[in-house]
């Protein structure tokens, strides 16, 4: 079955450091996997999707997150915070494309001045 | 802005009522997805539509059902409520050219008390 766990329910940094959200997940088949940000109130901004093409995967905000097979993981990063990412980050997984997502729990990203 | 909209925003039934809420997709989106959002945790599918068929189901009851139309929107209907039903429910579309990215709507916040 597909799971998605994301390690650290809170991550705090420090404006124009680096920004790490960690994200593993386990499935049968090669998966599909997202990176959704929510702000307060509002639904789900897709930030960038990895569909077996570069394992490196850019998005938008100044956002990318590295595809590893062998350590099941897809991790997001920024290498510099702005206030503006103070969010919530989702990482989900899909086994087909177009088909339902799992989510993890979520990340609260807080970005201090 | 993902072209999804939602209605009401906003909800607020009795315990053991009936309700229905409404997402209206971009024109070509033909897949249609609605997803259950409790407070502090990730979204989880409810079910999937494709061209007015229901195409998969996630872990909820019948009392949950749902509609697509023609005109590209669709419906969530929630039967005989229950106060664990309160939260935001959120629809999500998708398009055969850009089959894997599903784009999200803002979200309909239900409260049953």
């Known amino acids: 079955a597909q799971s998605v766990t994301q390690l650290g329910s809170h991550v705090s940094v420090s404006e124009g450091a680096l920004v790490l959200l960690r994200c593993n997940y386990s499935?049968?088949?090669?998966?599909?996997l997202f990176w959704y940000v929510q702000y307060p109130n509002q639904g789900l901004q897709l930030l960038l999707k990895y569909t077996s093409a570069a394992t490196l995967v850019k998005g938008i905000n100044g956002f990318e997150a590295e595809f590893k097979k062998s350590e099941t993981s897809f991790h997001l990063t920024k290498p510099s915070a702005h206030m503006s990412d103070a969010a919530e980050y989702f990482c989900?997984?899909?086994?087909?494309?177009?088909?339902?997502?799992?989510f993890g729990q979520g990340t609260e990203l807080s970005v201090k001045p | 802005e993902t072209g999804v909209t939602q209605s009401p925003t906003h909800l607020i039934k009795t315990r053991g009522q009936q309700v229905t809420l409404r997402c209206s997709s971009q024109s070509g989106h033909n897949t249609v997805s609605w997803y259950q959002q409790a407070l502090g945790q990730g979204p989880q599918f409810i079910f999937q539509y494709y061209r007015e068929e229901e195409n998969g189901r996630g872990n909820f009851p019948p009392r949950f059902s749902g509609l697509q139309f023609p005109n590209y929107s669709s419906e969530l209907n929630v039967n005989a409520l229950e106060l664990d039903d309160s939260a935001l429910y959120l629809c999500?579309?998708?398009?055969?050219?850009?089959?894997?990215?599903?784009?999200f709507g803002p979200g309909t916040r239900l409260l049953v008390l």
């Open positions: 499935s049968s088949v090669p998966p599909y």
């Open positions: 989900a997984v899909s086994e087909v494309p177009g088909g339902k997502l799992i």
């Open positions: 999500a579309s998708s398009q055969l050219a850009d089959k894997e990215t599903q784009y």
